[in-house]
């Protein structure tokens, strides 16, 4: 059995993009790079919504053999174009030429809960995913999704993008709060699994 792992960054007010889906007032620092570099080494599937996937694919296969990238991109580059890649969309089609083609597949929305149950009920590393709030909403709400973790960061945004997009209650457990070592990040780690 495996789990599934979901990880979100958030503002302090709860935002996980800001207006527009803007990424870039996140508060990403280095001690996020440690955590994803962590969560990717634990995984052996990255499951991602076609928003997430597209910037994944688009950044990291080129990372690894770029002289400019300290070491810990590179890592987690080489990570992202070992571990296999489940997309969910409805319109996604992988590019046969992607660096990603061969170890990449996509599943329809209305299939995701079942391909969810099919990857964790096999053997293997954790199947992770970052950010992808689309996509991990309806897995929250429906109680498949094992761990959430929060990385809450010091920034206010006062609107953006939430991470349910419908006023949903969602039971969680709390298993650890945390800083995470030379960050401004709080990792807040939940049990969602419905109990």
């Known amino acids: 059995m495996r789990r599934l792992t979901a990880t979100v960054i958030t503002s302090l007010d709860g935002f ?16 996020f790079n440690v955590y994803a570099q962590e969560r990717l080494e634990a995984a052996g599937t990255l499951l991602a919504g ?4 597209a910037d ?13 990238q300290d070491d810990r991109q590179r890592a987690i580059s080489r990570r992202h174009d070992a ?6 969309s409805d ?42 709030t689309t996509t991990l909403g309806p897995l929250l709400v429906a109680g498949l999704v094992d761990e959430l973790h929060v990385l809450v ?12 997009a419908e006023p949903t209650r969602v039971p969680l457990r709390l298993l650890e709060a945390r800083r995470l070592p030379d960050s401004s990040l709080v990792l807040h780690r939940y049990d969602a699994r419905r109990v």
């Open 16 to 31: 996980v993009a800001g207006p527009g889906g803007d990424l870039s007032v996140m508060p990403f620092d280095e001690g």
């Open 83 to 88: 571990v296999d890649k489940v997309v969910v």
């Open 50 to 53: 076609r928003t997430t996937y």
């Open 91 to 132: 319109s996604y089609v992988v590019d046969p030429a992607s660096p990603w083609a061969g170890i990449t597949r996509v599943v329809p929305r209305a299939a995701a809960a079942d391909a969810v149950a099919e990857l964790t009920a096999g053997e293997g590393g954790d199947v992770v995913a970052f950010g992808s």
């Open 153 to 164: 960061g010091p920034a206010l945004l006062g609107a953006g993008v939430p991470l349910l």
């Open 56 to 68: 994944f694919v688009a950044y990291w296969p080129g990372i690894a053999d770029d002289p400019s």
